[in-house]
């Protein structure tokens, strides 16, 4: 229309209104000719640039505008707007995902905090995690990130299209799990992980689960923001707003796991408490470990969930190998079952004596007259039962620090033992009460009650003693007592019997010697454990000399070994524990940075043998302990830094045994003194903060240890040093009341296990230096005589002595 | 912001307002789209309804600044506030759609922008009829305000405001098809 026709239409309806404004506008415009709908309101005609121009959709940042494209909306949510985009800075052809959130960061802290948490994301390189690509807050404060685009469908999506079995599932998991533990060691929390956050892609063919979507403002440790989770998936704790840690993430992860192993029908059901969850799984008949897997994922109480991804990954893992699962442990019956599984030679008898034993143990305990009536060989087989239990369970159950089971088997094998009539035993029956009485000898051992382990071993001797007037296979025989005179020695030398721990020892080298003479492709293993207990006996008396020599022997021992079986994983082992045995050597006699060397020699020995036996935990604990021991040698050596680096690495090997083998008491002690190592570290830097964090958190590991096995001495003397170590720092940043009641606490801990080992030097010294401090000086007198006999007065007693001016060294 | 400001700005060309009057609008925008955003927040799905907007608008003002007084005023500036907004936003997207694809003109997107621009073609045209009209328009379309109050703001009557209202629904639709 021309602008001349134009204004001559207007001046028409600005007329015709003039004169009637009741008119009827629609059908005024028809009347006109005018077949354009009149506009009334932005909502109804122009809805579509109302809502893009709300809604943030443009690129408005420069930064953003000039490289990228948007192709099309992904996802539109509550907390953010996601947008496929192309790369379109001409650099390369690349497809992205842009992600806008919601949550506007006005205040520059917030912005701060935002960069920073954007920077950590980006930092985690991981193919399992989801790349940032870019990511910046605009000039509005709003943030935005760009991200690998991931092409691939949602988990269940993908279990479900290619019907994925338990085990695949399984697979998938361990992946998952892998990828978790490496977000949450560098302290990322995931905090909203389902279904639609886990994406499969297939990297070259292989399916690999992605995560996507991390929430935002996620520090560990922080209180959970309720906007963050989804229902379902969410734990407890951060639904009630509590603090979130990676075990929140954990939970998540059990509903999303169990999710998966259902069947595809039930996957879609609402699952909003872990209980329904349970009872679907049930329902649908999932592996029995597996439901239990997700039962303790989706524990309401985070301390009863796995500790760590990778404790579940672990686990995952022994299920498909079919090993025993870590919960599985403290049930004998499950270890034993699995057990049986992994020794197949066993298996066989063992079905068989398992049905005997509990059959035996009833009647051996209720009839004995009966017992009487039993026939030699039906004996032996109850004892090679019995052997078999103390010599492979024994194995497990100290793996998994079970020692209250061990408790139970050790006095039922004593029960069973003393109601033989030795009369009624042949040659086989009494190698095999021996052993069986050896054995139960190491349980007590391991559990510190030296004289009745001394008991069963006199036991044990005098059944070695009927055999050999008998005449029988001396092999055997010399064997048996050699490793019988190793364990003894054991004993005695912590009830400090110098002469007879040396005699002992040596009467089982001279008993290898003849096996070896007899049979020279014998296992020399024995001989090797008796030359380096010897070694650590004469250094332990101050015989250098000796010591020197003995040590030289039992490392071109295992050297020769090793030389036979290059790849054998416990001459590995026994090679690392030969160099660890020099180093300690090199430092009370030799040369202290030598000793470094060889303890360095000792992990590169370690490290070998756990490549050639990965499941071992034995031999992961050594790495461990050899680390400790490094960094203990750098600390001597004054090289901090060193020391430093070595003693947090031990930390790190340790959580990782802990998460594995979490009743393990031996393992959470070992941590326990890496932790005061670092505590040591610090509080000779000068950091006493760090100091007493790391003392304190020794000191929360010894006391659990303790209060789990209040009649264990040695738990109770670890819990004394560590107490002391934090009363002295309390000390030295002036919480006097703090240390004293501290000291006090010690006193009355040790007193009775001083008393109840008055032998027992380690345990007079914590209390002398409890004594000392508490300033009960005629106790103290006493306790000191005892140190200066055993040579244990060392700089601690000797500082307490020149604070409290007693002039009682010679 | 008192009467005389807002009848010079009204006044002005819309494409050539002051450093302040700019950066005003730009504030009403901020705020608008904060309460998009929370509005979307709520009712997931459904569009921005830009009368709730404004009144949302409103509510904060009197929260927060001061500036405004007078509630009409707010709305009538609000009025040009998103005029001025939407046009801008309109000719962002149709650069967009001289440059890329052709995907990208049928988006509905596109074709309001495309509507509102030539829309704005005319309402320049209507001013120079009869500026009188086109600020009705501009406050009933762009700022749906009531009659009543569009009176209030332009002190005429209410009657007045409906007829011109009417006046230039039918202008603008026989100047558009």
Not at chain 1, 219 to 231: C, I, K, V, Y
Request: charged share 25%.
């Amino acid at each position: 229309m021309k602008a001349e026709d134009l204004e001559k239409l207007w001046r028409e309806i600005d007329a015709d209104f003039d004169q009637d404004d009741e008119i009827e506008i629609d059908q005024y415009l028809q009347r006109k000719g005018i077949n354009e709908i009149p506009v009334d309101s932005l909502n109804s005609r122009v809805q579509s640039l109302v809502n893009h121009t709300f809604s943030a959709t443009e690129l408005t940042d420069e930064q953003l505008k000039s490289k990228y494209r948007i192709l099309k909306q992904i996802d539109s949510g509550g907390q953010s707007d996601i947008y496929l985009a192309a790369r379109s800075d001409g650099v390369y052809q690349q497809t992205v995902v842009i992600k806008f959130i919601t949550e506007r960061f006005d205040q520059t802290a917030l912005k701060q905090q935002f960069l920073q948490e954007m920077q950590l994301l980006a930092d985690l390189r991981h193919p399992g995690v989801v790349t940032i690509i870019d990511g910046n807050i605009t000039d509005e404060g709003q943030p935005w990130l760009v991200l690998e685009h991931i092409d691939g469908p949602h988990i269940d999506i993908y279990c479900r299209q290619h019907q994925l079995d338990a085990s695949a599932v399984v697979g998938l998991m361990m992946n998952l799990c892998e990828t978790l533990q490496f977000v949450h060691r560098r302290q990322v929390l995931h905090k909203d992980l389902k279904p639609s956050n886990v994406l499969v892609k297939k990297i070259n063919g292989v399916p690999y689960p992605v995560l996507i979507d991390f929430g935002i403002a996620m520090q560990q440790g922080e209180h959970s923001d309720l906007s963050f989770g989804t229902r379902g998936y969410s734990a407890p704790e951060q639904i009630a707003g509590k603090t979130v840690d990676h075990r929140t993430d954990l939970f998540a992860l059990g509903v999303l796991f169990g999710q998966l192993l259902l069947k595809a029908e039930n996957q879609s059901l609402v699952l909003d408490h872990p209980e329904k969850l349970r009872q679907t799984l049930q329902a649908d008949a999932v592996p029995v470990d597996l439901q239990n897997v997700v039962a303790k994922l989706t524990a309401v109480e985070p301390s009863k969930r796995y500790q760590s991804a990778d404790a579940l990954r672990s686990d995952l893992n022994q299920w498909q190998l079919g090993f025993p699962l870590s919960f599985d442990n403290h049930k004998v019956s499950k270890v034993l079952a699995k057990t049986v599984k992994r020794h197949p030679w066993g298996s066989l008898l063992l079905v068989l004596s398992l049905l005997t034993a509990v059959f035996f143990t009833v009647k051996y305990t209720r009839d004995v007259q009966h017992l009487q009536q039993l026939t030699v060989a039906e004996k032996n087989e109850t004892d090679e039962l019995m052997n078999f239990m103390l010599d492979d369970l024994y194995e497990n159950l100290e793996r998994i620090g079970r020692i209250d089971v061990m408790q139970s088997v050790a006095k039922k094998s004593v029960a069973h033992l003393a109601k033989q009539d030795p009369l009624t035993l042949d040659q086989t029956g009494h190698f095999q009460a021996a052993k069986a009485y050896a054995n139960t000898g190491r349980v007590f051992d391991y559990l510190e009650q030296s004289s009745k382990a001394k008991e069963m071993f006199l036991a044990a001797e005098s059944h070695l003693n009927q055999v050999n007037k008998d005449g029988a296979d001396m092999v055997e025989y010399h064997s048996q007592l050699a490793q019988l005179r190793v364990y003894q020695s054991q004993v005695l030398s912590s009830a400090d019997q110098e002469q007879a721990t040396r005699k002992v020892l040596q009467e089982a080298i001279d008993a290898m010697q003849v096996v070896l003479a007899e049979d020279p492709k014998h296992d020399s293993t024995i001989l090797w454990e008796a030359q380096l207990e010897l070694s650590y006996h004469l250094m332990e008396y101050a015989k250098g000399q000796a010591a020197k020599e003995q040590i030289d022997l039992t490392i071109s021992l295992a050297a020769a070994q090793l030389r036979q079986q290059p790849e054998d994983a416990d001459w590995l082992y026994a090679n690392s524990h030969s160099y660890q045995l020099k180093a300690w050597y090199e430092l009370d006699f030799g040369d202290l940075v030598q000793g470094i060397v060889d303890v360095q020699q000792a992990i590169d020995f370690a490290q070998a043998s756990i490549k050639q036996d990965q499941e071992d935990l034995k031999k992961q604990h050594n790495e461990r302990i050899l680390h400790n021991q490094l960094a203990y040698f750098y600390l001597e050596n004054e090289q901090l830094q060193n020391a430093k680096t070595a003693v947090l690495l031990a930390i790190d090997l340790g959580e990782t045994l802990t998460a594995k083998a979490p009743f393990n008491q031996e393992f959470e002690r070992e941590q326990a003194y890496s932790y005061s190592t670092a505590g040591e570290i610090y509080q000779t830097e000068g950091e006493l903060d760090s100091a007493l964090r790391y003392y304190q958190l020794s000191l929360d590991v010894s006391q659990r240890n303790y209060d789990k096995d209040p009649q264990n001495y040695s738990a109770a003397n670890d819990l004394a040093v560590d107490s002391l170590l934090v009363a002295n720092l309390l000390q030295q940043i002036g919480q006097e009341t703090a240390a004293q009641a501290l000291f006090l606490k010690v006193e009355n801990l040790m007193s009775p296990v001083h008393e109840a080992e008055a032998n027992n030097k380690y345990y007079a010294h914590a209390l002398l230096v409890t004594k000392l401090h508490l300033k009960k000086f005629i106790e103290a007198k006493v306790l000191f005589d005892i140190a200066v006999k055993n040579d244990m007065v060392d700089g601690v007693i000797e500082n307490l002595l020149v604070k409290h001016e007693l002039n009682w060294l010679p | 912001m008192d009467q005389q400001d807002l009848t010079q700005l009204l006044n002005k060309n819309q494409s050539n307002l002051s450093a302040q009057q700019q950066q005003d609008i730009e504030k009403i925008y901020q705020r608008l789209k904060e309460i998009a955003r929370t509005q979307r927040f709520k009712v997931k799905g459904t569009g921005i309804n830009t009368t709730a907007l404004v009144n949302e608008a409103w509510l904060k003002s009197q929260n927060t600044d001061k500036t405004f007084n007078d509630r009409n005023h707010f709305f009538a500036y609000s009025s040009l506030a998103m005029r001025h907004i939407l046009l801008n936003e309109a000719k962002k997207n149709r650069l967009i759609t001289f440059v890329d694809d052709q995907d990208y003109a049928a988006q509905p997107v596109f074709k309001d922008s495309t509507y509102l621009l030539d829309l704005e073609t005319q309402l320049v045209k209507l001013k120079a009829f009869d500026v009188r009209l086109e600020q009705v328009f501009t406050y009933k379309f762009f700022g749906d305000m009531e009659f009543t109050d569009i009176a209030d703001v332009m002190g005429v009557s209410e009657r007045t405001v409906f007829r011109n209202w009417k006046k230039a629904r039918a202008m603008l639709a026989a100047a558009m098809q």
